[in-house]
């Protein structure tokens, strides 16, 4: 990679065939162009948190408190994914603007069927500023 010095990387899926042919492929009734393997990313975001900041901040309006707040999460979701579902390679980016993704680079990870994804998802998914938990308050 250092010797090339490529102005990008993409990362993505593995597929069935070559990407290149994928247009040759999905003309064909015999070969469907299908991913075999997937990341498994999350995306964290603050305004995911808008209705329990009580900080004064809302959308992309983030300060020290919001990135604490942003910190408790990714440290949640990490353990969870490594000691829970035995995940070892998680990397953590900024997102941009918002807050954060991780994927999970783990070679069972990218296995992981459309249920087993939503499964993983779904441990993670906290309904916050709902009817369920209005006595909920983050500090």
């Not at 070559?18 to 015999?30: E, F, M, R």
């Not at 900041?53 to 919001?66: D, E, F, L, T, V």
Request: glycine content about 8%; aromatic content about 10%; proline content about 4%.
């Amino acid at each position: 990679v250092l010797k090339r010095n490529p102005r990008k990387i993409d990362i993505g899926a593995v597929f069935s065939h070559p990407p290149k042919d994928h247009l040759a492929i999905q003309g064909s009734n015999q070969r469907k162009f299908t991913p075999s393997q997937r990341e498994l990313v999350f995306d964290v975001d603050l305004t995911d948190y808008d209705e329990v900041r009580n900080c004064g901040c809302s959308g992309a309006k983030i300060c020290p408190k919001c990135w604490k707040m942003m910190g408790m999460a990714m440290k949640v979701m990490d353990v969870g994914l490594r000691e829970d579902f035995g995940f070892k390679n998680i990397a953590w980016f900024y997102s941009g603007r918002r807050g954060v993704h991780a994927w999970v680079c783990d070679e069972s990870a990218r296995q992981l069927s459309d249920s087993g994804r939503s499964a993983v998802a779904s441990y993670f998914e906290v309904n916050l500023g709902t009817d369920k938990n209005q006595n909920v308050e983050l500090r």
